[in-house]
T-cell receptor
């Protein structure tokens, strides 16, 4: 079955510390992978996406993610977290022309001053 | 500003009442989507429209209907609201075929059914 798992419901980090949010997927076809961020009371905003090619992709707000096919993972990273990064983060997977992307259940990030 | 606009932002309905959630995008995207977001369940697709004139069911379509009025507008209708439809509803439009290049989301409608 196709699925996306974000193992961590909540993560707390100190401002300035590094961050890694985990995403694992199960998908039969070649996956297209996405990370979105949702600030409180807002819609989701696309951070970055992976289709093919270089497995390390750069996104907005200083985020990056690495696609590891052997581990079925697409983890999101940031070297130094800012207080404004506190939000909920969603991983999503689909494939070309599918129209039915699958979203993970989200990881809520708290940043300590 | 370019983007996806949803109305209303908040709504309280009584069980059995009907309402329509409106969505419009000005990015010239072909595909549009309606999702619901519930705590601990992520986003679940209700309906989508691959292009003007077409609509298809998603994961949780029961109790909802949609209309793709034109390329810009995609509305979601609840004919007889139930408490189980209390949720936050998001409209999105997709860049590229099937949203291949990602979605742009509206800011959501928070619906409470009492």
């Amino acid at each position: 079955a196709q699925s996306v798992t974000q193992p961590d419901i909540h993560i707390t980090v100190s401002e300035g510390a590094s961050l890694e949010l985990r995403c694992n997927y199960s998908y039969g076809a070649t996956p297209y992978l996405f990370w979105y961020v949702q600030s409180p009371g807002q819609g989701l905003q696309l951070l970055l996406k992976y289709f093919s090619g270089d497995t390390l992709v750069q996104g907005i707000k200083g985020f990056e993610a690495e696609f590891k096919r052997s581990q079925s993972s697409f983890n999101l990273r940031k070297p130094s977290v800012h207080w404004s990064d506190a939000a909920e983060y969603f991983c999503a997977v689909g494939t070309s022309g599918t129209y039915k992307y699958i979203f993970g259940t989200g990881t809520r990030l708290k940043v300590l001053a | 500003n370019a983007g996806v606009t949803q109305t209303p932002k908040f709504q309280v309905l009584k069980t059995g009442q009907s309402m329509t959630l409106q969505c419009a995008q000005d990015m010239n995207h072909n595909s549009m989507y309606w999702y619901r977001q519930d705590p601990g369940m992520g986003l679940r697709l209700i309906y989508y429209s691959a292009s003007e004139g077409t609509t298809d069911k998603g994961e949780v379509p029961n109790g909802y209907n949609v209309s793709r009025l034109n390329k810009r507008e995609f509305s979601l209708r609840l004919e007889s609201a139930a408490p189980s439809q209390t949720s936050v509803y998001f409209c999105a439009s997709g860049s590229g075929t099937g949203g291949t290049y990602g979605y742009t989301f509206g800011s959501g409608t928070r619906l409470t059914v009492v």
